[in-house]
């Protein structure tokens, strides 16, 4: 938990009412509230029938019987492409889904019809082989538009998917799609990355060698490399759809069937695969796009400048937007190239009127100076949203009053990649905001700051997060360990879900969430365990013991900072730090780099030989050390401090 969060609590006193015009022609109002808190289960049944169209209408609500593994609507039965595209062609088949833009600048524009078409070829040539309902399909793609609609063709057929980040190595392919068994796999044969191309095919090749369920491996072409494929396993996505009719039955699927699985970290280094179903999540994805971001489907111009990679964008650029028939940009390349302007000249030229990015975009944006916005016109913005970490007040402002405009309402929205949906926001046009502050759960959703035995906190106070309430959208268990999942969300407080962060409540109700109470770092908006990145480090010959904690980081929210100790006759040198972060990426991904590491020739530990990360954090925040009394090797602690202030001079 960063102090930070505390101290800005305690300064923070702005409130940005809404204003009377956004007000008055606001999707959410004031009354769902009501409504929710009358009969929760209601409220989220009249958005499924509303928002969803059923083949089969559900008459079952929540049923709780055999808590935690609740179920939403399961009688019911939909098919999600058909929600997304089928639906909307008879009057809207000409709107745009995407306007999607390239990094090297090339763009495509798809409409519903072209979007719809092009899913049920890909559909078609999944079945073609033998890809069946309840397959699991592995996808790890850059964001291009053949990965919205190889979800899209998974869903129409009933197929799981599992979304790969592109950041993420060979052997966390590996490990994810030997989890699921998944029965294939697509990928692109690169994908552009400032201006180089990521070798998504030979990382997939690398992968294959370990992973024996897939039997074949779809490519996309994207950026003509020379890429090997293996006759009878390796499929070009063009030549697989070449044939294909524009004809493709959608599944008749059970509320409660599995969509989709995405892999997220937790406290050991074996990664969660959050199950994800059909009904509830889509009902909790389309309402909470529509009241949150305010959605006008007929005028706005939408973007989440997230990957589809990880949860946000699943359900807000895929799910929620298709569902609700909005046009979106989707972005392939980093918000710097060719230069600082990108996204800029991106919300010019579309217009964008809906703009979702983390807080650690923003402070990047802050740090490269305001020149680059101011040299755009961005008067089309209306509605502005962070998502993934807290957002500083400074961060907050600075969003404001330059991308702005300045009364366009900031939606600060907590969720997780377990939530499936946005769970606390305010509602624009409803809510009065207060910079950092992620302000109330939304309607339908109940949250409540407890102290360490579960009892509310009274306002002013803080404690640790909870949701008391199940939801439609919520994670149903981790694939293969209902343990897991009983032992990880629900245990800590019986009957009430526990989401691992800590939150201060204050005097008027507003929940300020502080950061992760559990060994779970969020480096940009992304969470990586600090157990994953300790067992990559010691799986290298040189390691002998690896601690890592998150370090507070002006830009990306923590950086990961390790402690080493090595083995017998490896010696400290630069070469060996260079080669253990680059390491850590070969087994995790880029992502995953400490960004310092530190050589030690012991760990601080407790008596009974316990690590002791809180004094390494001390250490990396330069604060004052805490108590060392406990320790079995108090001096130690020193002796690291010294090192991390040195390595930090020679920086
Ligand atoms: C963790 C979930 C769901 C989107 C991306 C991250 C942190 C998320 C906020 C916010 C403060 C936030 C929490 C949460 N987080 N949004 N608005 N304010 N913290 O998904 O990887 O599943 O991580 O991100 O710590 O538990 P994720």
């Known amino acids: 938990m960063t102090d930070s969060g505390i101290e800005n609590l305690l300064k923070e006193e702005r409130l940005f009412p809404p204003s009377q015009a956004f007000a008055s022609t606001a999707t959410g109002t004031a009354d769902l509230y009501e409504e929710a808190e009358r009969d929760f289960v209601g409220y989220w049944t009249r958005q499924a029938k509303e928002r969803l169209t059923w083949f089969k209408e559900p008459t079952e609500g929540l049923d709780d019987s055999n808590a935690p593994f609740f179920t939403w609507f399961a009688d019911g039965e939909l098919n999600i492409s058909y929600n997304c595209l089928d639906r909307h062609l008879d009057q809207g088949g000409d709107k745009i889904a995407y306007h999607w833009v390239g990094e090297p600048g090339d763009t495509r524009t798809i409409t519903y019809q072209e979007l719809s078409d092009e899913v049920n070829k890909f559909a078609n040539g999944l079945r073609s082989l033998g890809v069946e309902k309840g397959d699991r399909v592995a996808i790890y793609m850059g964001m291009v538009p053949e990965l919205p609609i190889a979800m899209l063709a998974c869903s129409r057929i009933g197929a799981p998917h599992s979304v790969i980040f592109g950041g993420f190595s060979a052997d966390s392919i590996v490990d994810r799609v030997n989890d699921q068994g998944a029965k294939l796999l697509i990928t692109c044969d690169g994908a552009w990355r400032r201006g180089t191309v990521v070798p998504l095919k030979d990382n997939c090749d690398t992968a294959m060698e370990g992973t024996p369920s897939i039997e074949h491996c779809i490519v996309v072409d994207r950026t003509h490399s020379d890429v090997s494929m293996e006759q009878g396993r390796d499929i070009w996505w063009h030549e697989l759809v070449a044939d294909q009719s524009t004809d493709c039955d ?162 600060d929205t907590w969720w997780q990649t377990e939530t499936g949906c946005i769970m606390i926001s305010p509602l624009p046009g409803v809510t009065a905001t207060k910079p950092g502050s992620a302000t109330k759960a939304l309607p339908g959703i109940s949250a409540d700051v407890v102290d360490i035995e579960g009892n509310s906190v009274p306002l002013g106070s803080g404690g640790f997060l909870t949701i008391t309430k199940p ?165 130690i602690v020193q002796a690291i401090a010294d090192q991390a202030e040195a390595q930090q001079a020679k920086e």
């Open 250 to 411: 959608p599944e008749v699927m059970n509320a409660e069937d599995l969509l989709y699985i995405l892999y997220t970290s937790g406290t050991t280094a074996k990664p969660k695969g959050i199950m994800h179903t059909t009904g509830g999540y889509l009902t909790g994805a389309a309402t909470t796009h529509a009241l949150v971001f305010d959605i006008k489907p007929d005028t706005d111009v939408y973007w989440c400048a997230a990957d589809i990679g990880w949860v946000t964008g699943h359900t807000y650029i895929v799910y929620g937007p298709l569902t609700n028939h909005t046009t979106s940009v989707m972005y392939e390349g980093t918000p710097d190239f060719p230069d600082k302007d990108r996204l800029w000249s991106i919300v010019e030229e579309y217009n964008v009127s809906i703009f979702y990015t983390a807080p650690t975009a923003i402070r990047a944006f802050m740090k490269w100076g305001v020149e680059f916005p101011d040299g755009y016109d961005l008067s089309s913005l209306r509605l502005l949203g962070t998502v993934g970490e807290p957002i500083n007040p400074a961060a907050w402002m600075w969003y404001r009053d330059h991308i702005g405009p300045v009364d366009a309402p900031i939606v």
């Open 471 to 635: 939801w439609p959208s919520m994670l149903r268990s981790i694939y293969g360990d209902d343990e897991r999942y009983v032992s990880t969300y629900w245990s800590r407080y019986p009957g009430v879900y526990f989401p691992g962060d800590g939150a201060k409540i204050d005097e008027d109700g507003y929940l300020w969430i502080l950061g992760r109470v559990d060994d779970v770092m969020n480096i940009s908006g992304h969470r990586i365990s600090t157990m994953e990145v300790e067992s990559a480090l010691v799986s290298h010959d040189a390691v002998a013991e690896a601690a890592v904690v998150g370090a507070t980081d002006d830009l990306t929210g923590q950086a990961i900072a390790a402690f080493v100790t090595l083995r017998g006759t490896f010696e400290e040198s630069d070469d060996l730090h260079e080669e253990l972060r680059n390491h850590v990426a070969t087994k995790i991904g880029a992502i995953a780099k400490p960004k310092s590491i530190i050589f030690t020739p012991d760990l601080p530990k407790t008596r009974s030989g316990k690590i002791m990360r809180r004094l390494l954090r001390d250490i990396s925040d330069h604060r004052t050390l805490g108590d060392v009394t406990t320790l079995a090797n108090a001096e």
